[in-house]
């Protein structure tokens, strides 16, 4: 009778040792992407939606968790640990810079396109674009221009700084703005990955086509 009664408390003793010893939940997690693999056809084709989300930007969340479990880092927002990559464990900085980095990147891609959206942005974003820059046309140059620009891997970005002032830069590998101080708010990916299946050495090209996909109202939210 008496180890029938103490049965409960044996349950319990064995669940918080289970806690204790099971596998810790990865910090990050690679969310599904926002639409089929299909939907962004012909401008970006399955195969490479596929390799892309589900091979590389797979690769850089489970990378990121091997490189900050155990470490300082570990319960820190994904910004936080871009945007404080400076004070980064000297031991991890870099695989924290290149996979956090790649993962904030290819979050912000991901919701950054869609299938059948505005061709131009409209409303605040827009006043902003003919301000800054003299118009759409004039900034489609510039992004263009600072793609092309990106000796070997890295991105293109519009951004907002800390006093709402548009600004286009080019990063190089995974870096993301916020390291700068910036907030991303258009990225272009001109790692061969992006493209290569479908428009090789082309980069222009690619770089034409993207603009026919680009989420202008979530451009707008960012920009707001």
Not at 132 to 146: M, N, P
Request: glycine share 8%; proline share 7%.
């Amino acid at each position: 009778m008496n180890a029938i009664r103490s049965l409960p408390r044996l349950s319990a003793v064995l669940l918080a040792f289970a806690a204790c010893v099971a596998p810790l939940a990865q910090a990050f997690e690679l969310a599904p992407l926002p639409y089929p693999h299909n939907a962004l056809v012909p401008v970006i084709d399955e195969q490479t939606m596929q390799i892309h989300h589900g091979r590389h930007h797979k690769a850089y969340v489970d990378n990121l968790n091997k490189a900050i479990a155990g470490s300082t880092l570990e319960g820190k927002s994904l910004e936080e640990v871009v945007k404080g990559i400076g004070s980064a464990p000297e031991n991890i900085r870099g695989p924290v810079r290149n996979n956090g980095g790649g993962h904030l990147n290819h979050s912000l891609f991901w919701r950054l396109l869609t299938p059948g959206g505005a061709k131009e942005p409209v409303g605040a974003l827009k006043k902003a674009i003919d301000e800054q820059f003299g118009g759409f046309q004039a900034l489609k140059e510039k992004l263009t221009q600072a793609a092309m620009g990106r000796f070997g891997s890295g991105w293109a970005w519009l951004v907002k700084d800390p006093f709402g002032k548009l600004h286009v830069l080019s990063t190089p590998n995974q870096d993301n703005p916020v390291m700068e101080g910036f907030t991303p708010i258009v990225g272009i990916d001109v790692w061969e990955h992006a493209y290569y299946l479908k428009y090789q050495n082309k980069r222009l090209a690619y770089i034409a086509a993207w603009w026919q996909v680009v989420n202008w109202p979530y451009v707008a939210e960012l920009f707001a």
